[in-house]
């Protein structure tokens, strides 16, 4: 079993930065792909960024492309995501998911393990 947990959600307002982290308690951290989705007021949740279990291949959703930026440290059982240049659409419970296929999951159905998520508001 393994499990996630997020930390670094806030409030920010737009045009700042946040960084998110989710630490991991397995020992198969170095095999897994990790990625970040999140859930706004109202909406379903979706994709935002994946990276492959190497930490290679990191993968964005268009509309954080170039201001987020995902990494992967196996040594301390960690992923991160560096939000910058942040908008009030950002807003949302962000959530960390974990992965054993051989291409990083961006859908919801493809995740294999879920954190409970951290709230992220980006006021204007």
């Known amino acids: 079993q393994v499990q996630l947990v997020e930390s670094g959600g806030g409030l920010v307002q737009a045009g700042g930065s946040l960084s998110l982290s989710c630490a991991a308690s397995?020992?198969?951290?170095?095999?897994?792909?990790m990625g970040w989705f999140r859930q706004a007021p109202g909406k379903k949740r979706e994709f935002v960024a994946t990276?492959?279990?190497?930490?290679?291949?990191?993968y964005y959703a268009e509309s954080v492309k170039g201001r987020f930026t995902i990494s992967k440290d196996s040594a301390e059982n960690t992923v991160y995501l560096q939000m910058n240049s942040l908008k009030p659409e950002d807003t949302a419970v962000y959530y960390c998911?974990?992965?054993?296929?051989?291409?990083?999951?961006?859908?919801?159905?493809?995740?294999?393990?879920w954190g409970k998520g951290t709230l992220v508001t980006v006021s204007s």
């Open positions: 998911a974990a992965d054993s296929f051989a291409v990083p999951s961006t859908s919801e159905s493809g995740v294999d393990y």
């Open positions: 397995t020992r198969t951290f170095g095999s897994l792909n």
């Open positions: 990276i492959k279990w190497s930490g290679s291949s990191p």
